[in-house]
């Protein structure tokens, strides 16, 4: 797991980079006026980029497509340096102008790109269930890397400016090139599965694979409607607080704020993710958790409305970069488990890919029309009626996500009697694989199965019973294999451990997962069953 958090690291103090340096030279150079124009033409950019990228990770696999990402990075940081070094006498005239408008578009692109081929190449490695538990944890390295790139940017701005930021996020970029390959060599990756792999949809794909999951899940439609509507009220407020922070500074000086602002925001970031958000999850729910970013905004907003000053423009930034990557960014995975089995590919990939841009287009379309004739408060004013709009969707889909959720569940035969054929199924296998030395090869196999057929084995293994343990122990400390399927057996022995002698056997789990010797012959007195003589 650490090699993933330190790519996720890599990539992520990139990004804030890039960011920053960007942001600072368009609004000092070219004015956050307009900025609704780079949101419009960011959708342009974002389907030329899944056209080329569908067929890439089609042709090549994701970690493929990944090693040429960071090539692209490494050449344009260096590209957009050479080129920002050559005009910086005349950044102010039209050519500038165009140039800073590419470097802008440039940034905004791998901000949403690097996130959606991050997690989808990490899904290649991990069980979704066990994806789920440690994405605060891998999300926390993604934040440390933001933390001490926005540390970088503070200090560099000043002491060596501004267009140097984007040799380092070329640096960076080369350095998380070998993890790629050290990843692939100690761990077996699997392709994802069809119900997991986001990665491969073009366009016209994900946008039927939405159209059906609106058609059979109400939680569908507005989840989607959410999320766009989220992402819009995101736009406006970043707009905002960009237009207030950037008044009367220079390069140099909007890119040490920038600094300092990404690196308080993640390090609350990465405060969230390693202490609260599961606590947060175990005290309020998916359900409730959802409640906060629109609360967020609504307050954020309010403050706006009342006041254009940076205090209103520091809670926007914290609004955005903070609670809602913290937070929001990381509910919302929890709230796509619970879409239709059949359409998740789609819908997933079309949130991640297409929604952000294309929200952040209808917001520049409207800021473009709107910031001639409203003051900033208006403008402020309609963010909250927005937010306010966010959190009536959110009370709506607490409802929905139970009954999608339920639903999933009996689609996967779980739960509520839907699982009378895979019990069957798993009753079969079990009398096949009664003896115990028929377990372990079965196991292996189950390396390339589905996850229904996983599924299956699970119960059977657990059917079986104590027969199975040296056969899951060997799979839980043999180190070669694909990262998600010690997962599912772990969720086996966790059935396997509700049967008696269940101590007996926690004790030898917790063993082979510390890399302790395997064998299970304890002393006699080491344990008793409850209410038993010694064993």
């Not at 707009?239 to 390090?267: E, I, K």
Request: glycine fraction near 10%; charge should be positive; include cysteine.
């Amino acid at each position: 797991m650490l090699l993933f958090a330190a790519l996720g690291a890599l990539l992520q103090a990139g990004v804030a980079i890039g960011l920053s340096a960007s942001d600072s030279y368009f609004l000092s150079e070219v004015g956050a006026e307009r900025l609704p124009l780079v949101y419009m033409l960011s959708l342009g950019v974002m389907l030329v980029y899944i056209s080329v990228y569908a067929w890439l990770i089609g042709r090549w696999g994701l970690a493929a497509t990944l090693r040429v990402t960071l090539v692209l990075l490494v050449a344009g940081g260096l590209a957009i340096w050479g080129t920002l070094t050559a005009l910086a006498g005349s950044l102010s005239t039209p050519l500038g102008h165009a140039v800073l408008y590419g470097v802008k578009l440039y940034a905004l692109l791998w901000f949403i790109a690097l996130y959606s081929l991050f997690w989808n190449f990490t899904d290649s490695y991990f069980d979704i269930q066990d994806a789920k538990r440690l994405f605060p944890l891998l999300a926390a390295g993604g934040a440390t890397g933001a933390a001490a790139g926005g540390a970088l940017v503070s200090w560099m701005s000043v002491h060596v400016g501004v267009a140097i930021l984007f040799v380092v996020w070329a640096l960076l970029s080369l350095a998380a090139l070998p993890l790629i390959g050290l990843i692939a060599r100690r761990h077996g990756s699997l392709d994802a599965e069809d119900d997991e792999d986001t990665g491969r949809l073009g366009l016209m794909a994900q946008l039927a694979a939405l159209g059906q999951g609106i058609r059979t899940s109400r939680f569908a439609l507005i989840l989607t409607v959410l999320l766009f509507l989220t992402l819009v009220v995101t736009t406006v407020c970043e707009f905002q607080y960009l237009a207030v922070l950037s008044a009367g500074r220079d390069p140099a000086t909007l890119a040490h704020l920038f600094g300092r602002l990404f690196l308080a925001a993640n390090l609350i970031n990465l405060l969230v993710n390693l202490f609260l958000f599961n606590r947060m999850i175990a005290w309020l729910g998916v359900r409730n958790t959802a409640v906060i970013q629109p609360v967020v905004y609504i307050v954020t907003f309010a403050v706006f409305f009342i006041q254009q000053g940076e205090a209103a423009a520091i809670m926007g930034f914290m609004a955005y970069q903070a609670i809602l990557t913290s937070v929001d960014y990381n509910n919302v995975n929890f709230l796509l488990k619970a879409l239709p089995a059949e359409a998740k590919k789609g819908i997933r990939t079309f949130i991640e890919g297409i929604c952000e841009p294309a929200a952040m287009a209808v917001a520049g379309g409207l800021l473009w029309l709107v910031t001639r004739v409203l003051s900033p408060e208006q403008i402020s004013g309609a963010g909250l009626l927005g937010a306010f709009g966010c959190l009536a969707l959110v009370l709506v889909l607490r409802g929905e996500y139970t009954r999608a959720m339920v639903h999933n569940l009996r689609r996967q035969w779980v739960e509520f009697g839907a699982g009378v054929r895979a019990q069957s199924q798993a009753r079969d296998l079990a009398l096949r694989l009664v003896d115990a030395g028929s377990v372990a090869p079965h196991l292996a196999r189950m390396a390339e199965a589905g996850s229904r057929e996983r599924r299956v084995t699970e119960m059977a293994v657990a059917a079986i019973g104590l027969q199975t343990v040296p056969a899951l122990l060997a799979v839980l400390a043999d180190p070669s294999q694909p990262l998600r399927v010690p997962g599912a057996w772990r969720r086996a022995s966790w059935a396997v451990s509700r049967r008696p002698n269940w101590s007996l056997w926690l004790r030898a789990w917790s063993a082979a997962s510390c890399g302790a010797p395997t064998s299970i012959g304890w002393p006699a007195q080491r344990w008793r069953p409850r209410g038993g003589a010694p064993a």
